[in-house]
């Protein structure tokens, strides 16, 4: 936990938080994939994340965001996280998000190699998650988040650190 936001790790899915994947996506030159969201008026970037639907396995759920958010599927699988990460949600936006059901979101974490090239990417999909994309640095990557995400950036960074280093 940290003083910007609360977040927790377990071994399974905390209960009363939505239950969603992240994806870290290591691109060229040991860069990262991050997205400014669309639904915002403040400039927030994230790495692309979703929720997993009933009887979906977390590879395969990670697969299906990246294809509505992103564009793509031509990835190579790395590795999945070790744990799970919940974060809260600031109160006024739970209230309102998943008719006020969650805290915040608990995710597994998934690491994919991009094999595609830049003109694969494509956000004009359905899911319009985001507006504009670009690679960076992993360790940008904790202060592009909200702040209420920052805590379990630097824990996904701190454990994918060895795929790109």
């Known amino acids: 936990m940290n003083a910007e936001s609360s977040c927790y790790e377990s071994s399974e899915p905390h209960p009363g938080y939505r239950p969603c994947v992240g994806i870290f996506l290591i691109g ?54 070790a744990v799970w990460r919940a974060y809260d949600l600031p109160p006024a936006i ?34 319009h998650e985001f507006v504009a994309w670009r690679w960076v640095d992993p360790e940008e990557l904790p202060a592009l988040v909200v702040p209420f995400k920052r805590c379990v950036y630097l824990s996904v960074v701190a454990e994918f650190r060895p795929l790109w280093a």
């Open 94 to 127: 739970a209230a309102r998000m998943w008719g006020g059901r969650y805290r915040g979101q608990t995710q597994k974490w998934v690491a994919f190699r991009f094999l595609g090239r830049d003109r694969d990417i494509r956000l004009d999909g359905p899911h």
């Open 28 to 81: 060229p030159h040991a860069k990262v994939f991050v997205g400014r969201r669309a639904d915002v008026a403040v400039e927030a970037w994230q790495m692309p994340q979703g929720g997993i639907d009933p009887g979906e396995t977390v590879r395969a759920a990670a697969l299906r965001e990246l294809r509505e958010e992103v564009g793509t599927d031509r990835v190579e699988f790395l590795r999945e996280s």
